[in-house]
């Protein structure tokens, strides 16, 4: 039986990642296609521009995983139907619910992969993407993966480690500079939000270099009405999506014990740890088509099966991710819910089929 598994393994992993590479490729090209218009200006270059496509890539294969597993499975699975692989299985004694236990294993160590790749691949590596683009096309700004943002206003520059879609930022330092361009003073905030029209700073500490010594002073908080653009924040904010689960967990955490709104970072956490999942449930959708009444048809009838299907559930979980938003339902729900849905189709199918 090891041996039928890993074959069946090889078959899943092969026509899964040929899929995900056409899809890669497809995608790769149109971001690329859409960037042709930012070449030439400021610093943005075709360099800047094939880098940025590459560094989102990895965002773009996690988001078209459980597509390209879908319709890969069809494709390789319909293969062994359409070579009457699966029919010598059967005739040897071994039962579809065995030959689904082998697939499912495959799945589950894919959903592995892929909840690994988006952990610790795609948050990174989309944010240097960002961070590139920012440079290139925003000469008074810099933003790097360590150091955080960087604005120069006047006599002031501003450093932040965090910026957030909600207008709030962490990790804040200000340096001022005096006449002579020499440092007058820091100022150093835990957080902050722009709200009316105003910068409100929160637990800072303010150290004023004056008279040959130091003088430091705590404030709890305190309003400027200018710090930078809030227009940057649509550039350099860090979107939900491309943060880590644990870095969505914690920020979230952060705001409900501040009685904050933290509905989007929910959601997206919890999208973050349904996408490896819905790997899984893929795979249970293609087995019905494959041992049902699809096994004896065309290949191009099953990826326009897996096609319409994969595309559907796509829109459908981002229609459901809307409506749970504006409808208040909890993050949780509005991110399963589209599984759920495809999830008892499949175990209905599948359980016709035995």
């Not at 349904?274 to 004896?296: C, D, E, N, Q």
């Not at 495809?342 to 209905?348: A, K, M, N, S, T």
């Amino acid at each position: 039986m090891k041996t039928l598994d890993l074959y069946i393994h090889k078959t899943v992993f092969k026509s899964t990642l040929l899929v995900l590479a056409i899809l890669g490729a497809l995608f790769a090209f149109m971001e690329f296609v859409s960037e042709i218009n930012l070449i030439g200006m400021n610093d943005y270059s075709l360099i800047n521009a094939l880098v940025f496509v590459s560094l989102t890539l990895p965002k773009t294969l996690y988001e078209l995983f459980p597509t390209a597993t879908l319709i890969g499975s069809l494709l390789g699975l319909g293969a062994l139907a359409g070579n009457s692989e699966l029919i010598v299985m059967r005739a040897a004694g071994i039962s579809i619910s065995r030959i689904s236990r082998s697939v499912l294993q495959s799945g589950l160590l894919l959903t592995v992969l892929v909840a690994a790749f988006g952990e610790f691949l795609v948050a990174p590596a989309t944010q240097k993407a960002e961070s590139i683009k920012t440079r290139s096309l925003h000469k008074n700004i810099s933003l790097g993966k360590s150091n955080g943002l960087w604005v120069k206003e006047g006599n002031y520059y501003l450093n932040v480690k965090k910026i957030y879609p909600d207008n709030r930022m962490a990790g804040i330092e200000i340096y001022e500079l005096g006449e002579g361009k020499r440092l007058q003073s820091i100022t150093r905030a835990r957080s902050g939000i722009y709200k009316n029209k105003e910068w409100v700073l929160s637990d800072i500490k303010r150290s004023t270099f004056e008279n040959g010594g130091v003088k430091s002073v705590n404030i709890k908080s305190e309003i400027w009405d200018h710090l930078f653009n809030p227009d940057l924040f649509e550039v350099v904010a860090v979107n939900p999506g491309d943060m880590t689960a644990y870095d969505l967990y914690k920020y979230s955490d952060y705001l409900e014990k501040n009685q904050l709104d933290a509905s989007h970072y929910r959601l997206a956490f919890w999208l973050k740890v349904i996408t490896p999942l819905s790997t899984l449930v893929m795979l249970l959708i293609a087995l019905p088509f494959v041992f049902g009444s699809l096994r004896s048809g065309s290949s191009g009838q099953r990826v326009l099966i897996g096609i319409l299907i994969g595309v559907g559930y796509f829109i459908v979980g981002k229609i459901m991710n809307h409506i749970g938003q504006s409808y208040g339902l909890h993050p949780l729900l509005s991110a399963i819910l589209p599984m759920l849905i495809v999830l008892i189709y499949g175990l209905f199918a599948f359980l016709r089929i035995r």
